[in-house]
């Protein structure tokens, strides 16, 4: 499965810092290394309706 990951990217949402250190530790427990490396943060602003 390694080879088919080449990057997550995460967002917008609310908490995308949460997310991605989740997912990272997730990916771990698989057996993907440097899965924080392959994880990114969109820049795009989460907005809510109102």
Same mark, same amino acid.
């Given at each position: !499965?390694?080879?088919?990951?080449? /990057? &997550?990217?995460?967002? @917008? *949402? @609310?908490? @995308?810092?949460?997310?991605? %250190?989740? &997912?990272? #530790?997730? &990916?771990? %427990?698989?057996? #993907? +290394?440097? +899965? !924080?490396? %392959? $994880?990114?943060? +969109?820049? $795009? @602003?989460?907005? *809510? /309706? #109102?």
């Amino acid at each position: !499965m390694e080879a088919n990951l080449d /990057h &997550l990217i995460i967002g @917008p *949402t @609310p908490y @995308p810092v949460v997310i991605a %250190k989740a &997912l990272g #530790i997730e &990916l771990a %427990k698989y057996g #993907i +290394s440097y +899965s !924080m490396g %392959k $994880i990114t943060v +969109s820049d $795009i @602003p989460f907005r *809510t /309706h #109102i």
